[in-house]
């Protein structure tokens, strides 16, 4: 029970891998909010977590790329629990579109959500965690921030890229205060996210790893648990590859 008495948020909670590290928080002691955009998914989440487990947990309508709703959000999660100890920053949109398709409105929702959204919530948290003296932030990169977009936009690799130098900005300023940031970079998971994927380029991604497979949402999901977990609180600032070996640097 690595995270007994402990307080998580998890934005995008409502599914996918949000819903997976959730569910692993949720298993292993912790209380969970679940925040998402999409209401009816995360009351799922919460359906389905006091189902399996004894935890604490209720559901947040959360837009990430509204400030007023971040905050209501952080501050409904203290009076209920009264404290904050992991931030999982997981809500997120992606999409396969060519560079010149990709218009005005499409850059700016995508780094709204991705990347500013990030942002605003780990802003949120801080001075709580900073008050605490402890705390974890957990970032969803991706390998596209690093490679650029193989199979996804542009604008989805670029806000990525954002997030991994958000992540190590963080790590140092919140370092002195006990709190660690990190993020992962994944290749493609098995989620709605790729859902519209053509087969060839599923096929694709998972010849390129050595691995021959595409990862499920529990190749990424017990690695976030360990990043969230006492076990990691000497790892900061790190970007932690889950590609199946597509790229090792
Ligand atoms: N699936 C992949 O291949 C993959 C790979 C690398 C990184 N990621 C990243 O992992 C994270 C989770 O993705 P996933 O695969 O679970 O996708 P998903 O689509 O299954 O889940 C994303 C969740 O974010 C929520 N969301 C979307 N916009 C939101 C908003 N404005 N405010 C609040 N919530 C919002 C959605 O409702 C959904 O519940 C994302 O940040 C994604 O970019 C995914």
Known sequence: MRFKEKVAVVTGGGQGIGKAV??????????????????????????????????????????????????????????????????????????????????????DDMIDINLRGVFLCSQ????????????????????????????????????????????????????PYGITVNALAPGPVETAMIDDWPAEVRADMAKQSPLGRIAKTEDVAEPALFLLSDGAKHITGEILDINGGILMD
Not at 131 to 153: F, T, Y
């Open 22 to 107: 959730a569910r692993g928080l949720a298993s292993e002691g912790a209380s969970v909010v679940i925040s998402d955009i999409n209401m009816t998914a995360a009351n799922k989440t919460v359906e389905g977590i006091k189902k399996s487990y004894q935890a604490k947990t209720f559901a947040v309508e959360t837009d990430v790329k509204k400030k007023e709703a971040i905050h209501n959000l952080v501050a409904l999660a203290e009076k209920e629990f009264g404290r904050i100890d992991i931030l999982f920053n997981s809500a997120g949109i992606c999409k396969r579109i060519d560079i010149e398709d990709i218009s005005e409105e499409e850059w």
């Open 124 to 175: 949120a948290v801080m001075p709580i965690m900073k008050r605490q003296s402890e705390g974890r932030i957990l970032n969803m990169a991706s390998l596209a921030g690093k490679v650029g977009g193989i199979a996804v936009g542009a604008h989805y690799s670029a806000s990525k890229a954002g997030v991994i130098c958000l992540t190590k900005s963080f790590a140092r300023a919140l370092g």
